[in-house]
């Protein structure tokens, strides 16, 4: 089975500053993909970027790029030039290749960016 | 992408009393699942919801407690049955539209309150 680890319950930043959330996983899987997941104080979940297992370069959506590291198992989201609307929990995701689309996610991680 | 509803957007209910929840989608969709998320926490798998036959339950979900019903490929229900006040939580729905692995939308959910 795999786990999902969020080690950050709660961060904080600065409007226009950048912050980095940390995700951890545990997987005996090769082959799987990762997401970022916002889910804003309105409750729609959204997803903010995903990264496929196999590619060596870090996906980047915009403000949001992530730092994969498949030896380590680490999956970090970086958001730059934070902004008002980037306050919401951020849950790390994991999915194994032909799972049929099932996620497990991790505990989540509540952001507030501050003006 | 994909515009999904959920009924009721929220309900406070009575302990033994049973609430269906409905998810509508605009368009087809070949997968559905449905989330739990109790207060403060990350979203666990209930079921996956299949077109034309009984769900797939994870494990600790039973079909007498959540029956699901999936008539058609835009629409789906979750029943909770026999509530008791450890089932306040958003039940939350979600659907594969396309062929990327692993990219869910979600409805913006449902709160539901036992008391």
């Known amino acids: 089975a795999q786990t999902v680890t969020q080690s950050q319950p709660e961060m904080s930043v600065q409007e226009a500053e950048t912050v980095t959330l940390s995700c951890t996983y545990d997987?005996?899987?090769?082959?799987?993909?990762l997401f970022w997941y916002k889910q804003p104080p309105s409750r729609q979940m959204i997803l903010v970027i995903r990264?496929?297992?196999?590619?060596?370069q870090n996906a980047t959506e915009n403000r949001f790029s992530v730092n994969f590291q498949k030896a380590a198992k680490s999956f970090s989201l970086k958001i730059s030039d934070s902004q008002l609307g980037d306050t919401a929990m951020y849950f790390c995701?994991?999915?194994?290749?032909?799972?049929?689309?099932?996620?497990?996610f991790g505990g989540g991680t509540r952001l507030m960016v501050k003006p | 992408s994909a515009v999904i509803s959920q009924k009721p957007s929220r309900d406070i209910c009575q302990r033994g009393t049973s609430l269906t929840i409905q998810c509508q989608v605009d368009?087809?969709?070949?997968?559905m699942f449905w989330y739990r998320q109790q207060p403060g926490q990350s979203l666990t798998l209930i079921a996956t919801a299949n077109q034309g036959s009984e769900a797939t339950y994870e494990s600790g979900f039973v079909i007498d407690k959540f029956p699901i019903s999936r008539p058609n490929l835009t629409f789906s229900t979750l029943t909770v049955s026999n509530m008791s006040p450890e089932d306040s939580s958003i039940y939350l729905c979600?659907?594969?539209?396309?062929?990327?692995?692993?990219?869910?939308?979600f409805g913006p959910g449902t709160r539901l309150t036992v008391t």
């Open positions: 990264q496929e297992a196999y590619k060596q």
């Open positions: 997987t005996s899987e090769n082959n799987y993909y």
């Open positions: 995701a994991f999915m194994r290749r032909n799972a049929g689309n099932m996620l497990t």
């Open positions: 368009s087809q969709v070949t997968m």
């Open positions: 979600s659907v594969v539209v396309s062929g990327l692995p692993g990219e869910q939308y």
